[in-house]
């Protein structure tokens, strides 16, 4: 599987929309291990299990970039999504040369730091929705996620 996907600033929801509806949550997410300010945080959220991982702009439900200069401290980075209720799963990278996409080896191991809600790890491939997936409902949520740096 290939792990390299593209988010496309044109394409970019604003995750603000979403939060138009009155059972929108707000999704705390707290990412550690961001070793420095280079670049911008990809954020990609997905609700159905066969778009997870796409790269298809209509696969994924809603994206968010973040610019890192500034926003770290001691080595976390925290923001806030508003969802409305549902099934999710996270998938971000740090996108540390600002090309919109991630980069991987000849074998698909990413090259730029990356993270998923639940911290789901794959075994001999990406992690499973599964095991990424959480659900919102009537009150607002945390997310841990800890930034894998696998170069």
């Known amino acids: 599987m290939n792990l390299k996907f593209s988010l496309l600033t044109g394409n970019v929801l604003a995750l ?3 939060s138009t509806g009155v059972f929108s949550q707000n999704i705390k997410v707290n990412l550690t291990e961001v070793l420095s300010e ?3 945080l990809m954020v990609a959220v997905y609700n159905k299990q066969d778009h997870w991982l796409s790269d298809k702009p209509t696969e994924i439900f ?3 970039i973040i610019s890192l200069e500034g ?3 001691n080595k976390t980075l925290q923001f806030t ?3 409305p209720e549902g099934e999710y799963a996270l998938y971000l990278f740090q996108d540390k040369d600002n090309n919109g996409e991630l980069k991987s080896n000849w074998i ?3 090259k730029e730091p990356v993270g998923t809600s639940n911290n789901a790890k794959g075994t ?3 992690p499973k929705y599964k095991d990424a997936s959480f659900q919102v409902a009537a009150e607002d ?3 841990n996620i800890t930034l894998a740096n696998m170069d």
Do not use: D, R
């Open 38 to 40: 280079k670049g911008q």
């Open 81 to 83: 999504l508003e969802l």
């Open 108 to 110: 698909g191991i990413p």
């Open 71 to 73: 926003q770290i401290t």
């Open 141 to 143: 949520i945390v997310q």
């Open 62 to 64: 809603a994206q968010k």
């Open 16 to 18: 603000s929309l979403l």
């Open 124 to 126: 001999m491939g990406p």
